[in-house]
């Protein structure tokens, strides 16, 4: 990855949620930072239009300069 650039996982379980959790922490003690502090998801109208959406969460963390 780029120096700067950023990663983005979207997960649709919490078992796949908690991989990412803790690979985002590791990388966070290698100098990487946080681009969401907590998970990102969707919103209650996305929700209403698309029901698998309703489990979906988004983690950003970005690669040091």
């Known amino acids: 990855m780029n120096p700067g650039g950023?990663?983005?996982?979207?997960?649709?379980?919490?078992?796949e949620d908690r991989l990412v959790k803790n690979a985002f922490k590791d990388l966070l003690q290698k100098g990487w930072t946080l681009?969401?502090?907590?998970?990102?998801?969707?919103?209650?109208?996305?929700?209403?239009?698309?029901?698998?959406s309703r489990s979906a969460k988004l983690r950003v963390i970005q690669a040091p300069l």
């Not at 950023?6 to 078992?15: D, V, Y």
């Not at 969707?42 to 698998?52: C, I, P």
């Open 35 to 52: 681009y969401t502090k907590k998970a990102m998801q969707a919103t209650y109208q996305e929700k209403q239009r698309n029901k698998a």
């Open 6 to 15: 950023r990663c983005a996982i979207i997960t649709f379980h919490s078992l």
